[in-house]
């Protein structure tokens, strides 16, 4: 209820009991017999909870302010009509109160129910099917998003940038999507091509040739032509739009060289331009074999490239084709275990391109190259037989694997048994024998000790605990083995504590007590602390080092004498 004091006149608390009980007597006599009025207006029965409460308005009558007056007013149930009136009650001066005729009228109004109207809601609410929950979820997210956008809608936005951020993120198409996976690939393709046209053509290169040769500018040092800046610009000016990335500031001072006259040598400016086109050339063609289209290379993708190249070499013209499978593994290998350290299964184009592998492997199109070079080129057709030569002859059974005591022949067959167990232990084996492949990561690790990723193939195989570095009990563990074939071989064992004070301090490591792999790589003494540890022969060439220098020595005086 609410109660409205008027300002001028004053009442004291009998007045306002007075009027509460004025207040009870009306809903008394509205209600009927027998019946308690509801606790609230949810336990009313039916649908509908339109219940108003009752206002009650207490204001002075006289105008001198000592009569007092109290309005009650309402709302009735479902299906009566509102009063228009409001029953009033007047308090007599001697703060006693009466019921007023229209109080009276209000309570007989609040008699008259609909109960017939309120049933049917009631059953018609019972009938209504109910929603499923994901019905309801719907509605609620759907006033969630409703809500959330007038909230969002009503803040002040600064800064609006953000809507014009381009995409950057493609994503790419599933191998059940034919349909985008033939249309990527076609887009590839033409993007690839337009790129190719846009590079320098033999005629072109001839063309710019020239042109140097014909703006040289003298004196010539030796045979070699030279040119100076301002005939560099005019010789970019005439040989065509291909070649204006060339003539710029940028690679003219590059290539100067101490010249008085501060000029650059025209061949090796040529040089230079050659190199760039068969760098995108080369970077064109490889991508043609990236199928994800992300700037790498998976290893069917490099194997597909090499065996399509072979045809191109002539320094493999050689090989049968019942070879081409073994040569092309032989090849790919050298490629993963140098550029794929972390064995992800693939490696970026620019890698392939800025290592020497490729140029190795593209030197077979000499078909003069030296003897020497095949041999000491690994993707040589003499070097990938002698390696597949070499497997085959450890290969005692015959069944296309390597045990472990087939592979302890290998070289000079002075592997200790130890670093051998933690070659099959770390490395993958099938049914505890070794395939080509494994053996091939295995070779290339021996070979090129001083190389980081062969580093990195040997230590792990070095770090018994896996704790990312080699302690006191790591090094005894590996040259205990070296001892004991030391015995074997008659010779007298060399104390471990003067090989450890000796491996430290040529890897000099931060930490006195632990070698890590940088610590390796960083002393350039990897090579010869893993022949100590792994390899009885190893270790015989380090400690007779000097002797072998001194005959080394002899042997060279002798050949000057005569």
């Known amino acids: 209820m609410g109660l409205a004091r008027s300002a001028r006149g004053g009442h004291g608390p009998r007045a306002l009991r007075g009027a509460v009980r004025g207040v009870r007597a009306a809903a008394a006599t ?8 509801p606790a609230s207006p949810e336990a009313l029965p039916g649908p509908r909870r339109d219940w108003q409460p009752i206002a009650v308005h207490w204001a002075p009558v006289g105008a001198d302010g000592g009569c007092s007056a109290i309005s009650v007013e309402g709302t009735a149930l479902p299906g009566q009509e509102r009063q228009a009136g409001a029953s009033r009650m007047r308090a007599a001066p ?3 109160w009466r019921r007023s005729r229209a109080a009276g009228g209000a ?13 049917r809601g009631r059953l018609a609410a019972r009938r209504a099917p109910k929603k499923s929950e994901e019905e309801l979820k719907g509605e609620e997210m759907e006033l969630f998003t409703k809500y959330y956008m007038e909230w969002k809608g009503g803040r002040k936005i600064g800064n609006t940038s953000y809507t014009n951020i381009p995409r950057f993120y493609y994503r790419l198409p599933a191998e059940d999507e034919v349909l985008l996976q033939k249309l990527r690939e076609e887009s590839r393709a033409v993007f690839l091509q337009r790129k190719s046209r846009e590079l320098l053509d033999n005629e072109e290169l001839q063309n710019l040739w020239f042109l140097l040769d014909k703006h040289q500018t003298s004196p010539m040092i030796g045979e070699e032509a030279m040119i100076n800046y301002e005939n560099f610009l005019k010789v970019g000016e005439k040989a065509g739009p291909k070649c204006k990335q060339f003539f710029t500031a940028k690679i003219f001072a590059k290539l100067l060289h101490n010249d008085p006259y501060g000029r650059i040598s025209i061949m090796q400016f040529f040089n230079y331009v050659m190199r760039k086109v068969w760098l995108h050339q080369t970077r064109i063609g490889l991508s043609l074999y990236d199928v994800a289209g992300q700037g790498y290379l998976r290893e069917s993708d490099l194997e597909n490239y090499i065996l399509e190249l072979i045809p191109t070499l002539p320094q493999l013209d050689g090989l049968e084709k019942s070879f081409y ?12 275990f140098f550029l794929d350290p972390l064995r992800t299964g693939k490696i970026k184009i620019q890698d392939i391109l800025a290592c020497s592998f490729l140029d190795d492997l593209l030197e077979l199109r000499d078909e003069e190259l030296s003897k020497e070079s095949q041999e000491t080129n690994w993707f040589s057709a003499p070097s990938a ?3 597949y030569g070499q497997y ?23 592997l200790t048994n130890i670093f051998l167990d933690r070659v099959f232990q770390e490395c993958l084996t099938y049914d505890g024998e070794m395939d080509y492949k494994t053996y091939l990561d295995f070779v290339l690790a021996l070979e090129n000790r001083k190389e980081p990723a062969a580093l990195q193939y040997i230590f792990k195989l070095l770090d018994i605990e896996n704790k990312g570095y080699l302690n006191v009990f790591s090094l005894n563990y590996f040259f205990r083995a070296i001892q004991e074939q030391m015995k074997i071989h008659g010779q007298e064992p060399v104390s471990f504590q003067d090989v450890k004070d000796e491996i ?8 006195p007590y632990k070698i890590s792999l940088q610590d390796l790589i960083n002393s350039s003494q990897g090579d010869t602390v893993t022949s100590i540890l792994i390899d009885l022969n190893g270790f015989w060439t380090y400690e007779n080092r000097e002797v072998l220098v001194a005959s080394d020595n002899d042997s060279a005086a002798d050949v000057d004498d005569t």
Not at 30 to 37: H, S
Not at 107 to 119: H, I, N, T
């Open 30 to 37: 509205a209600r009927p017999a027998g019946r308690q009025p």
């Open 94 to 96: 001697a703060g006693g």
């Open 107 to 119: 309570g007989r109004a609040l008699r008259v129910m609909d109960w017939k109207r309120s049933l």
């Open 325 to 336: 499978s073994f040569y092309v593994c032989t090849a790919v290998r050298k490629f993963f």
């Open 385 to 387: 037989l002698r390696v």
């Open 392 to 414: 085959l002859n450890l290969d005692k059974d015959h069944n296309g694997m390597l045990s472990k005591e087939e592979l302890s022949r290998y070289g000079t067959g002075t």
């Open 504 to 511: 430290f301090d040529m890897v000099k490591p931060k930490d």
